[in-house]
């Protein structure tokens, strides 16, 4: 069934029937002495890389074996934890060939969260590195078998060099991505291959990748944008480099990196996109914004001279579900259609589709969508759902037949596109009126002196009011009354936040999203808001 002009579903064919790190052996075997990766000094060619990959797939293995008695075998979950440097990508390849699922843990996260993430995965072993061990305590203790690819390389090197008999197929897990969860816990997505499969050579194939192709990689491996600034990278023969954290922590010095190093792909958040110096990146060809709505002038410049896609996509649909290319005529808010296999359903209450034009909820079908929630069973009925629009061809195939209730409000446009109108549950009620901070935001945004701001309901009961947080433009003086004079020109006067917090930046997430749970409480009322 098509529903909204037929738009909602794209196909396209995939080699649904392999593995991500098959793809990168072929990748390796047609291209073995171009660079793959590079990190500071570190740079490794697709065959030193595969075969640094294979010793330590085959150390992953033995290791298991004696660990647990029996040989090693498809869907176990391994710890990935390892700064960013060249031989993350050896660990992340290596778990993958070794037939199992990585665990991504970023070592900058809390010792007790990671430890969280390792226990609650079940993984026996973590591959991980000499610097790591000697920060998280909890990895010594015995609880897990842990490689050292750094410390361990001379046991490592006498693993053999040779592929792996493969144990995986495209419909084993490839990695276990946690997200923060509403109960407090952080909560796993199960993602497999097929899916990855598919979201990475779709982005490679709209955003042009290939072997002149260089693409930054900065995003934490905890985060799923991770993915698709490595492994379209590795499936097109590219070269990736991977930004050390000094240099990415400093937006001057990671301009300076793209310059010279002449980065063609790039991926960042709104809020990090915000944050760069704007500066003539000639080499920059093609450069994805995601995980948050952006502005319409921050997309407005960095789009100039080159191709800007605006995406969207929960974890538990791997990574992507939508792109929209930004130009003229495009809503800062729009998140464009389906990507290659992936099929969108806006809703209304009684899950019957939804009109061009009028707000639902969005669903999300298609060969993205993952298995559901690690140990978390009703959490999984809840949000992974029987898909009633799945086809006879679908049913005939196993394909479509569950989607995914993402809990954001979206509707069709009459171009074909989704237009992103915030969360179904992030709604806060002030004085009877329904409000939604997205849009405060927006307007807050587009103040000429104000560089990122954000918007938090504060208070409760009839003393709930709106708190605005925002960062100035260098050098300019913002007042609470000019913002409230500002906002009183495209909002209503319920809308008006009644205190207003000025920051030097916005917290920010190790995935780079705005941290709303680390912004300060408002000391004092601004006057004239509610």
Not at 102 to 125: N, Q, T
Not at 459 to 486: E, K, N
Request: net charge neutral; proline share 6%; hydrophobic share 40%.
């Amino acid at each position: 069934m098509m529903l909204t002009n037929g738009l909602n579903r794209s196909t396209v064919r995939y080699p649904d029937d392999t593995t991500a790190h098959a793809l990168f052996e072929a990748q390796a075997a047609r291209t073995p002495d171009s660079t793959a990766v590079v990190c500071g000094d570190e740079r490794f060619t697709y065959r030193e890389l595969d075969e640094r990959a294979n010793r330590v797939a085959h150390a992953i293995r033995a290791m298991y074996a004696k660990l647990a008695g029996r040989p090693f075998s498809a869907d176990t979950l391994v710890g990935l934890c390892m700064s960013r440097r060249a031989d993350l990508i050896t660990g992340m390849l290596a778990i993958l060939k070794a037939g199992g699922a990585f665990v991504p843990l970023d070592p900058a996260y809390p010792e007790r969260r990671l430890k969280y993430m390792m226990d609650d995965a079940g993984a026996p072993i973590v591959v991980s590195e000499h610097g790591c061990l000697e920060q998280l305590l909890f990895l010594n203790r015995g609880e897990y078998g842990v490689i050292s690819i750094d410390g361990g390389w001379p046991a490592i090197q006498r693993h053999s060099a040779k592929i792996p008999a493969p144990l995986s197929s495209a419909r084993s897990l490839a990695y276990l991505m946690y997200t923060s969860g509403s109960t407090g816990r952080p909560k796993g997505a199960l993602i497999e291959h097929r899916g990855m499969v598919n979201c990475v050579l779709n982005e490679a194939r709209v955003r042009g990748f290939g072997p002149q192709s260089r693409c930054l990689q900065s995003s934490s491996i905890a985060f799923d944008a991770a993915v698709l600034e490595i492994w379209p990278a590795l499936l097109s023969g590219s070269e990736l480099h991977l930004v050390q954290e000094d240099v990415r922590r400093d937006s001057i010095e990671l301009i300076r990196y793209m310059s010279d190093r002449g980065i063609t792909h790039a991926f960042f958040t709104p809020a990090l996109l915000r944050a760069l110096p704007r500066a003539d990146l000639p080499s920059l060809r093609s450069l994805v914004v995601a995980g948050d709505v952006c502005d319409a002038d921050t997309m407005g410049y960095w789009s100039r001279g080159r191709a800007l896609y605006n995406a969207y996509g929960p974890t538990e649909t791997t990574v992507a579900a939508t792109m929209c290319q930004y130009g003229e005529g495009k809503l800062a808010t729009e998140i464009g259609g389906p990507i290659a296999n992936v099929a969108l359903y806006v809703l209304d209450q009684y899950r019957n589709p939804t009109p061009v034009g009028v707000p639902g909820e969005l669903y999300i079908g298609g060969d993205g969508v993952t298995r559901g929630y690690h140990n978390w069973p009703e959490l999984t009925a809840e949000r992974f759902l029987e898909n009633p629009f799945a086809t006879d061809e679908d049913r005939a195939q196993r394909r479509n037949l569950r989607m995914y209730r993402t809990g954001d409000r979206v509707r069709w446009l009459s171009n074909g596109s989704l237009e992103f109108l915030g969360r179904v549950d992030c709604q806060v009620k002030i004085r009877g009126f329904r409000i939604e901070p997205g849009e405060i935001e927006a307007a807050l945004a587009a103040h000429p002196e104000v560089r990122s701001c954000a918007v938090m309901p504060y208070g409760d009961g009839a003393d709930r009011r709106l708190a605005a947080y925002f960062v100035p433009v260098a050098g300019a003086a913002v007042t609470a009354d000019s913002i409230t004079a500002h906002l009183r020109l495209t909002l209503p006067e319920y809308m008006i936040p009644s205190a207003f917090v000025e920051l030097e930046a916005l917290p920010l997430s190790p995935s780079g999203k705005v941290d709303r749970n680390a912004l300060p409480a408002p000391r004092q009322a601004a006057a004239g808001g509610i």
